[in-house]
């Protein structure tokens, strides 16, 4: 009976040893992002897949990094098959070339930005860990992750690290503008498209100031504008923002026809010249001939 008992532990203790772990590890924070690390902790590994999924209410992804864990390999997937992300979902897949991992470390890094205050439940779906042959591990560990507010909980026992906001300064930044123009060196007269960003998203009923006129971007964050001769500048202002002044330098029209009126002033002389010389010498070998 003794023997049947230890039998039992010991088997209980290898599987422990030698459970597969993926789960929601630490996560750092840092001006309104947040980077959150997926955890792997197996053995004899090629790699792993997971679908992350989160409110994209309270989140927006940002991008996503392989982790330390995969770069033990000399060539991964992850540069052939990027991560898919959608609204409110991660897709990732790494696998290793010909090669193994064994321990526990960081298998991806996603970065976030948090849109609104809130919770958000970190949710992995369709998670694997596979074996040395491309096959999913069996009975693996998966453990999700939850967002309240600024900070992450998780029912694993991953080491977390934060770097909370600094308490001795209250202000935040004054958010700045992104702006894209079609054209920075327009010609005068052409129709030049102004968009404007904050964070990666596009604002609307944003303050356009060019030439002394007003403008106001609408629902895709862009106003169109006249190019006006010289060099000048678009004022971008919306309150709650720092101000940005683009500067526009714009080819003058006028001075392009003056100098093809130029050309054109030359080109007629030589022509004509060129049309006398030909009738001169064809009526001198008229003449030539007759007299012969």
Do not use: W
Request: proline content about 2%.
């Amino acid at each position: 009976m003794k023997k049947i008992a230890l039998i039992i532990a010991i088997s209980v203790l290898l599987q422990i040893a030698c459970a597969q772990d993926i789960g929601i590890g630490s996560y750092t924070q840092s001006e309104g992002e947040l980077k959150v690390n997926v955890e792997i902790n197996a053995t004899n590994a090629l790699g792993a897949s997971f679908d992350l999924i989160f409110d994209e209410d309270i989140l927006k992804a940002m991008g996503v990094e392989e982790g330390a864990f995969m770069k033990k390999c000399k060539s991964s997937t992850f540069d052939i098959r990027n991560p898919i992300i959608s609204a409110g979902k991660i897709e990732f897949q790494d696998l290793c070339f010909g090669e193994t991992m064994s321990g526990k470390g960081t298998i991806a890094i996603i970065t976030f930005r948090v849109k609104s205050a809130g919770e958000s439940d970190l949710v992995l779906q369709n998670a694997h860990i596979f074996d040395k042959n491309g096959n999913p591990m069996k009975n693996i560990r998966v453990t999700n992750g939850r967002i309240a507010l600024s900070s992450i909980t998780s029912g694993t026992d991953y080491q977390r690290s934060s770097e909370s906001a600094s308490t001795s300064n209250n202000s935040e930044k004054t958010p700045t503008f992104d702006v894209f123009v079609s054209s920075n060196h327009p010609s005068e007269g052409e129709k030049v498209a102004v968009t404007v960003f904050s964070d990666g998203d596009v604002l609307s009923g944003v303050l356009v100031i060019y030439n002394g006129s007003t403008y106001y971007t609408d629902a895709d964050g862009t106003v169109e504008l006249v190019a006006v001769g010289g060099e000048n500048s678009i004022l971008i202002k919306k309150e709650g923002y720092e101000d940005k002044e683009v500067p526009l330098d714009v080819s003058s029209q006028s001075s392009a026809a003056s100098s093809t009126d130029t050309l054109v002033i030359f080109i007629v002389p030589v022509s004509l010249v060129i049309l006398i010389s030909l009738v001169i010498i064809i009526a001198y070998k008229k003449f030539k001939s007759a007299s012969f």
